[in-house]
């Protein structure tokens, strides 16, 4: 049978490592054309090594915090397709930014990489999407939208996203494209925060695992895997507008209310 995403153009951020990686090969694995874009190029060069079907994917270094540099990267992707079927933000992250009043500059690097960088891809390369009956804009989010545990700025981007993801629906209403994303909680992916907390602090890990995670069991890239491919793939209408959270029961919210 083959796959609903065979030969569909998908774009990756956050795909040197982490779940844009663990995203990459899975979707590789299904016959995807994937365009991974991070940063680092090198780790993109690992990732691509990893996918099974190279021939028609493209790997694009791109800062986030830089304006100039994702419209390169946007330029570049409409250049090589004529067409792009799913965008997954999956880049993000606090940066190191725990102030809690942080100066300009810091405040707007987390800004930029979490919420500004994604209204810039998906405003240019919207044309590519519209070409399609069906295309999809993902994102990850995270219960910090909610729950308020993460830095400020991160918490803020967090925030930010959730409206941006429910008004965009709502601006691209009958025009095919779905818009949605993930709430995630803690799990552990390779290179990502949970797996070097694990490697530098494994008491700090197992803590963090006996306080705050009611199953006691942390989960993996692997668990969020089916509810990521069922936000994109073919029967998607429902989930448009929303932010779909899938945090192992670690979120207190309905507590605030």
Do not use: W
Not at 206 to 226: C, H, T, V, Y
């Amino acid at each position: 049978m083959v796959s609903f995403f065979n030969n569909k153009n998908i774009l990756i951020t956050g795909a040197s490592y982490g779940l844009g990686a663990f995203v990459a090969k899975e979707l590789g694995k299904l016959g995807a054309n994937l365009i991974l874009v991070a940063r680092n190029k090198q780790k993109l060069e690992h990732t691509l090594s990893n996918i099974p079907n190279k021939t028609n994917s493209l790997i694009l270094p791109c800062d986030f915090e830089s304006h100039l540099q994702i419209k390169a990267v946007c330029n570049k992707i409409k250049s090589n397709f004529s067409n792009l079927h799913i965008i997954m933000h999956i880049a993000g992250g606090g940066l190191g930014v725990k102030d809690a009043l942080p100066v300009h500059k810091d405040y707007m690097k987390v800004m930029n990489l979490n919420l500004f960088s994604i209204f810039e891809i998906n405003r240019n390369l919207l044309s590519l999407l519209k070409k399609n009956e069906q295309s999809t804009i993902f994102h990850v989010g995270s219960i910090a939208s909610n729950e308020s545990i993460g830095s400020l700025s991160y918490n803020v981007a967090k925030v930010g996203l959730v409206a941006y993801i429910r008004s965009l629906s709502k601006e691209l209403s009958g025009s095919g494209i779905i818009v949605n994303g993930i709430a995630p909680g803690a799990f552990e992916c390779e290179g990502n925060a949970m797996s070097r907390l694990k490697n530098k602090n494994i008491i700090a890990y197992n803590e963090f695992i006996e306080q705050k995670i009611p199953s006691r069991k942390m989960p993996g890239a692997n668990d969020l895997l089916p509810l990521i491919l069922l936000l994109i793939g073919k029967n998607n209408h429902i989930y448009n507008g929303n932010i779909v959270s899938c945090d192992n029961g670690e979120g207190n919210f309905y507590k605030t209310l």
